[in-house]
């Protein structure tokens, strides 16, 4: 069965510190996907990750993929209020499924 | 705005009774996908078709379920005889199939409709 994984599932961020989501995935895969949720929403694409070793970075946030490691991470760098938020990775199967993980809810404080 | 849309946005109905949602794709998007949340989960698939087919259903779809998107346009999903299990976000998304290998394939998703049974 696949299984995404990811962790922390919470995290309590300080306006301008650095941080690192992680997530796991249980088969190969090139194609890893970031959504973010707010509260009540829906998701909203980040981006998509298409080949090993694939970096892309948006404003304070970046992704990368490790698809021998089967490991994606988010890195955030001097986090805002404004990126508070559910962030969400999810695997996409040859059939074009999507199977997400069960998301971070990150708070940032001030 | 020429996003995914989806109507009703919220539902309320007692168990038993039978409910509709409506999903609009992205105009030129010949994918959609139906997917339900619950709360603190992360999104579930349910369904997929492309243009009128439905290709893909998951077993999380009971015979409760039925999809539909008869002209490759919009789709509707019915749940029949409401259970309190069923009380979720419904969530549609779209995307483009591309010729192109190096294609993202990205899903773009509606706002949903949340559903309660009382």
């Known amino acids: 069965e696949l299984k995404v994984e990811q962790n922390p599932l919470f995290l309590s961020m300080q306006e301008g510190k650095n941080y690192t989501i992680y997530c796991n995935y249980s088969t190969t895969s090139d194609r890893l996907y970031w959504y973010r949720q707010d509260p009540g929403k829906s998701l909203e694409s980040l981006f998509v990750l298409l080949s090993n070793g694939a970096v892309k970075q948006e404003g304070r946030l970046m992704a990368s993929l490790d698809t021998k490691a089967r490991l994606s991470t988010l890195h955030i760098t001097a986090a805002v209020h404004d990126l508070s938020a559910t962030y969400f990775c999810?695997?996409?199967?040859?059939?074009?499924?999507?199977?997400f993980g069960k998301g971070t809810l990150l708070t940032v404080n001030p | 705005d020429t996003g995914v849309s989806q109507d009703p946005r919220h539902k309320i109905t007692k168990r038993g009774q039978n409910v509709t949602f409506r999903c609009d794709p992205i105009s030129e998007h010949n994918r959609l996908y139906w997917y339900r949340q619950t709360l603190g989960q992360g999104p579930e698939f349910l369904t997929y078709?492309?243009?009128?087919?439905?290709?893909?259903k998951s077993r999380l779809l009971s015979d409760r379920f039925s999809a539909e998107r008869p002209k490759g346009s919009f789709s509707t999903l019915e749940i029949q005889r409401t259970e309190q299990g069923d009380s979720a976000m419904y969530l549609c998304a779209s995307s483009l199939e591309s010729i192109w290998l190096a294609s993202s394939d990205t899903q773009y998703f509606g706002p949903g409709t949340r559903l309660t049974v009382l």
């Open positions: 999810a695997w996409m199967s040859s059939n074009y499924k999507l199977t």
């Open positions: 078709f492309q243009n009128e087919a439905q290709l893909e």
